[in-house]
Structure formats: C-alpha cells, structure tokens
C-alpha cells in the first residue's frame, strides 16, 4: 500500500463526515435562503420556489430582525470586553507572585466553564428571583430597591450579560495566565531596576508582550457571542417584550416553530456575513495598530 | 508593610472571586436537598432544614430524569468513541503522512472554521429528515463525529513524533495501519485523554442541536429534558436545583478528575497560526 493510498484511507471518514453533514449543509443553507421554503413545501416540495433574494429584502425591512440584531450586538459590545477585562484581571491575580494556594484559585474560578449553560442558567433564573432571590435579598441589606432582573426589559439583558460573564470569564481566563506566564521575568527585573511602578510594568510591558494573545482571544470570543441562544432560552424565552431575542434566537423560532426555513436560512447567513466583517474589522484595525 | 498590605488585597480578591464563582454551584447543590416550597422564603435559606432526597425521587420516578441521564451518557460516550477515531486517523495523516494537496486541504478545513454551526443545521435538519434521522440517536451522533477543532489538535500534537521512527518501522516492512496501531497510537496517548475529555464535555452540553433534532421526550438528553421540566415546573426551585445537579455534576466531577489534561488541551487548542 502505497502512503498516499494510505493517506487518503485514514482521512476518508473524517472527511466524509465534515463533507456531508457541514459543508453540504453550509452549500445548501445558501441555496436555501433563495427559495421560500415553508410548511407548504416541507409538506410537499413542488411547492418551492425560487425568490433570489426576496428573503433577505424582507428581513431588512422587518423590525424584529433589526431588534434581534440590536440585541445582540448589545450583548456583543458590553459582553466581551467585560468578560476579557474579569478574564485578565483574574489571571493578574493568579499570576502574582504573592498569590497563596493558586491550583485551588484556578480550578474554582474555572469550575463554571464546564458547567452545562441550560443547568447553570435554570440556577441564576433563581438567584436573580423579584421576590425570593439572593440578589435581591443582598441588594436589600445595602439599601437598594427590589430589581425585577429577567421580568424588566431594561434589566433582562445585563443579568443574561452578567450570566455570561460569570460562565466564561474563566477560559480566556487560562489562556491569559499562560500569555503571562510566558512573558520573561529579566523584563521586569529590568523595569523595577529602573524604578518603573507596578502600574507602568503593566501598562508597558504586559500589555503589550500580550498583545496577540488578546487579539486572537477577543476574535474567538467575539465569535463565540454573537452566537447567543441558549441562555435567552432557558432564562427568558426572548422576553420580556422580546427584550432578549438574539439572532440565533429569532433563526431557531423561524425555522423550527413556524418552520420558515428559506427565511431562517437567509437570517442564519446575515448572522455569518456579520461575523465575519466583525472578524476581519478586528484584524485590520489590530494590523494598523501594529504597525503605529 | 506595602507588600503585605498587597499581599492581603491579592488574596482578598482571589477569594471574592471564588466566592462568586462557586456560590451559585454550592447553592444548587443545597437547595436540591430542601422540602419542595422551602427555597421560597424570606430571608432566602442558606441549608436545608431537614434535608431530603424526595427531589431527586420525584425527578427519577415521575419526571423521567432516569432516561435523560441515560440518553446523556450513551449519546455523549459514542459520540466520544467515534469522533476520537475519526479524528485521531485525520489527524495523524496530516502530520506525517505525505500526499498531494495536504497543506491546501488542511487550510480549507481551518478556514471552515468561521462559518458558525447554526448556517448548516437548517438544512443539516431537511437532511436527517429525509433519510429518517430526525428524533433518533443518531441524528445526535452522526454530524458530530468528526471535528476540525479534533483534526487540528492531532495533528498538531503528532508533528511531534519522529519521523524516524516511522520510516524505520515502513522499512522493516510493517502496514501503515499496523504502524498507526502499534507505534503511532500510543505515543497520542496524552492528547487521546485530553480530546476525549473535549468531546464528551462538548457533546454532553451541547443544547441547539439536539433540541432541534430530538422531537420526542423519549430521546432528551439532560439540557433539553432540563429546559423543558423548567417550562412547566417554573416554580418549583427545590426540583429544578436537583434536576441542574444531575446535568451538572457528571462533568464536574469528570473535570475535577482529568483537570491537567482538559487545561493543555485548551491551551493546545488555541495557539492557532
């Protein structure tokens, strides 16, 4: 048997697999998203037509989409630097030399990672409860006033915000204490010899020997939040007033409620347009400020 | 004096943080044990007065808990067994094995990477449809057995085999699969334990797509038959903390125990470029 027979032998079934049930699927969602396939056409598919893109026209101009979009972006925009900054600032504190019992700090800061989203989110709807939730209850001894977190459109977003936050703070949290680990201590000696502060070591030093780390952590992450569903699902079902609806949330009612599949199609590849614009935005403005 | 002070503030703020992070764990876990109606009260109770399993019997006898649970582990457990094959195969061939268009193909698998999973699960859905797939295990397990992010760990991780070894072992005349078998697998073993950790964390947690592919209560796996039990038991917290401590407790414990390799891997994982 020849290496490259060989070759293609051992990677045949993954192949097929990533072929077949992903990149026949993304082909097809394209396609998809130009026809009006309905409960009328799953029922019986002469019923499809081909629209070009009606679908996407339509949802341009339907205000849930752009509601759903605003959502999500909201989430985006004050989710991830919130989530990097706890991330970073926790893997200072496990990074300083003066940190006592460090395995233990970071499994428990860890622990909620793999914690399942649906389990962990059912137990925030209770902390965060009007009337018997521990959130309120502590906000009373200091004084403040009985916040309705998942039943006030104002306030349902921050709280599913703040879930996120406390879910996966600890991931990026990992890959920054790596960053920092890696980062060689005669650069500090150096610093401190010349009388530089704590503040201005970090500012001039760890920042920027972390700046690629950062960049690809907030990519990822970025990817990672705008793909919102599981937490809205399970904490506020969307609401209220639709306050929580994210895009992945509106694809999935779309699609598998009202089984619009052509039109969840088109809202499932805006999603990934935008994505990837984010994406390659973020690329660029970190390839300028490289550059500076 | 300055430095204790810091040290003190260090530590401090080390604890708060733990304090945040394992609360919410350590309060499902008491209030599961709790009478059904006793979390609701004022000021809200920190341990169980007598504390009870009636919870858990009711989630396991009336409410179906019993199968989630098995449904969780047997799809999670093939799902780990086929996708580690798949992706340990892949992956070592785009290590070590020299074909035509291996460095092309690996970049279009990498690139696939930005297309998020949703795009292809409307059709992926129309797909298993049409071949019978849909409310059925598989339809769980097919589209998850193999992975890019599975292929990319392999192979970065068997790069670091030697080439030698390899060579020596084609010229005494062994088949490329008894070299994969007898010289290639165990020398992955370290990286065989972190995927399959990945995998089955991965695959227990996953919620979008088996709520869309499982139709029926009969094949939920714990997040789905958890969501649902929220619907219709929205007040009943003492149930609900139960019915999160069994979703939840399987892969804590499975990370508390394989913690050193979950953590390389994820490290492994994201040096990418």
């Not at chain 1, 079934?13 to 998203?33: D, E, H, N, Y």
């Not at chain 1, 780390?213 to 992450?221: A, G």
């Not at chain 2, 297309?115 to 849909?134: C, S, T």
């Not at chain 2, 339809?139 to 390899?166: C, H, K, N, T, W």
Request: charged share 10%; hydrophobic share 55%.
């Amino acid at each position: 048997m020849s290496s490259q027979r060989a070759a293609w032998l051992f990677l045949t079934p993954a192949l097929v697999v990533l072929g077949v049930f992903f990149l026949l699927p993304v082909i097809a969602a394209l396609a998809l998203s130009l026809t009006d396939y309905d409960l009328y056409a799953l029922a019986n598919i002469h019923n499809l037509r081909f629209v070009a893109l009606q679908n996407y026209w339509a949802l341009l101009q339907r205000p849930l989409f752009w509601s759903a979009l605003g959502h999500t972006v909201y989430f985006v925009a004050v989710g991830v630097p919130l989530s990097m900054s706890t991330s970073l600032g926790a893997a200072l504190l496990l990074n300083s030399p003066l940190a006592r019992c460090k395995p233990f700090f970071r499994t428990a800061l860890f622990a909620p990672v793999v914690t399942t989203v649906v389990a962990v989110a059912v137990i925030w709807r209770y902390l965060f409860n009007t009337k018997y939730g521990m959130a309120n209850f502590a906000l009373g001894h200091a004084g403040i006033q009985a916040i309705d977190w998942l039943g006030d459109p104002r306030w349902a977003m921050p709280t599913i915000i703040l879930f996120a936050v406390w879910k996966n703070f600890g991931y990026n949290m990992i890959i920054f204490l790596a960053g920092l680990q890696a980062i060689p201590a005669d650069l500090y000696e150096a610093a401190r010899i010349d009388g530089a502060s704590v503040w201005r070591q970090c500012r001039h030093i760890t920042l920027p020997m972390l700046g690629p780390t950062m960049l690809m952590v907030s990519i990822l992450t970025v990817s990672g939040y705008f793909q919102l569903f599981a937490e809205p699902y399970v904490m506020t079902e969307g609401g209220p007033l639709q306050s929580t609806t994210s895009v992945l949330y509106l694809m999935y009612d779309e699609g598998f409620k009202w089984w619009n599949l052509g039109s969840a199609s088109a809202v499932a590849f805006l999603l990934f347009l935008i994505m990837f614009a984010v994406t390659a935005l973020m690329l660029k403005l970190a390839r300028r400020g490289g550059e500076a | 004096m300055n430095s204790r002070l810091a040290k003190a503030l260090i530590n401090g703020l080390l604890i708060g943080g733990a304090v945040v992070a394992l609360f919410p764990l350590l309060w499902m876990l008491s209030v599961s044990f709790m009478q059904p109606g006793e979390a609701s009260a004022l000021p809200p109770p920190l341990l169980p007065v007598h504390a009870t399993l009636a919870n858990y019997r009711e989630l396991f006898v009336h409410a179906g808990m019993g199968r989630y649970l098995i449904n969780s582990f047997a799809i999670s457990s093939v799902i780990t067994a086929l996708s580690l094959a798949f992706n340990l195969m892949a992956g070592y061939a785009f290590a070590k094995l020299r074909f035509a268009g291996r460095e092309r193909l690996f970049q279009v698998l990498i690139g696939a990477l930005v297309i998020p999973a949703q795009v292809a699960m409307l059709p992926l859905f129309l797909l298993l449809k049409y071949i019978g797939m849909v409310n059925s295990y598989a339809g769980v397990v097919v589209p998850a057995m193999a992975s890019v992010f599975g292929i990319f760990l392999v192979r970065q991780y068997a790069r670091g085999i030697p080439d030698e070894l390899i060579e020596a072992a084609r010229i005494d005349g062994a088949s490329e699969w008894r070299i994969f078998g007898q010289i290639v697998l165990p020398l992955l073993k370290p990286i065989m334990v972190t995927l399959a950790i990945f995998s089955f964390l991965a695959a227990w947690n996953d919620f979008m797509w088996p709520l869309i592919v499982l139709t029926g209560q009969e094949h939920y796996t714990l997040p789905i038959g958890l969501a649902s039990l929220a619907r219709e038991h929205a007040q009943d917290s003492e149930l609900m903390m139960a019915g999160s401590v069994i979703t939840v407790l399987p892969v804590l414990l499975l990370f508390l125990a394989m913690q050193r390799y979950y953590l390389e891997g994820l490290l492994l994982g994201s040096v990418k470029g």
